[in-house]
């Protein structure tokens, strides 16, 4: 991989939003994108906020909140800077060519609207032309590609993408199935709604008789989708 930050995930732009800062053309009179979390920057802008509230960040219950506050954003967003196709690189052949599905795995992002956590289950099938990975790889791409500011269309849509490319896969399906705190704890307060997206590549988009396979494996005939628990 590339030691320039600006080009290391470059062909990977339009795929998969924001891997890490990547510059065009139209950027070469711009600052560049910074390639690490600045820590305190953050630290100073959360300063910044809670004052603008009307508190004291000095007072003994918020004195170490800044510095707290960057730690978690570092954290919460580390996915920007990692690149979701190492998780990938080490597959097995195979000549299985029946639908492998992972489902219930865990997740926490941040909505960039709000920058308030959405969080809930991503449900990943593909179909294998010679290629499979280990179960865990696919958790692990979920929580590199989670761990940024993003909406969860792009989110669903990001994954899909990325196996179809990496897998050389005749078919995808991911599901997200989440719920989130912009509903629950601001604006409309609808505790308990599930917001679900899904983007189906391949065999998957174009034969209904699989798409309908893969929805049963993943749902069954009575399980619901309104939980996320």
């Known amino acids: 991989m590339s030691s320039r930050p600006d080009l290391a995930f470059s062909h ?23 390639t690490t979390i600045d820590l305190p920057r953050i630290e100073a802008a959360v300063r910044e906020i809670l004052i603008a509230v009307g508190e004291d960040p000095d007072r003994e219950g918020l004195h170490e909140t800044p510095r707290r506050m ?3 954003y570092a954290e919460l967003f580390s996915g920007l800077y990692e690149d979701p196709r190492v998780h990938l690189r080490k597959f097995f052949t195979e000549k299985y060519d029946e639908i492998v599905l992972v489902r219930d795995i865990s997740f926490n992002s941040m909505c960039e609207h709000h920058m308030l956590p959405f969080m809930g289950k991503v449900h990943i099938g593909y179909l294998p032309d010679g290629r499979v990975v280990g179960l ?16 969860q269309e792009r989110m669903t849509e990001t994954i899909a993408n990325l196996l179809m490319d990496e897998l050389h896969a005749k078919g995808v399906a991911v599901i997200i199935e989440a719920v989130h705190t ?5 604006g409309v307060g609808k505790p308990g709604s599930v917001c679900v997206t899904s983007a189906v590549k391949g065999a998957f988009r174009t034969k209904p008789s699989t798409r ?18």
């Open 182 to 186: 912009c509903m629950t704890v601001r």
């Open 70 to 72: 960057a730690r978690m």
């Open 136 to 151: 865990s790889k696919l958790a692990r791409v979920v929580q590199a590609i989670s761990r940024r500011p993003q909406v």
């Open 12 to 34: 990977l732009h339009r795929t998969l939003p924001r891997v890490c800062p990547v510059m065009s053309s139209e950027d070469t009179n711009t600052t560049p994108p910074a």
């Open 212 to 229: 309908a396979e893969i929805l049963t494996l993943i749902y069954g005939e009575h399980r619901p989708i309104s939980s996320v628990s």
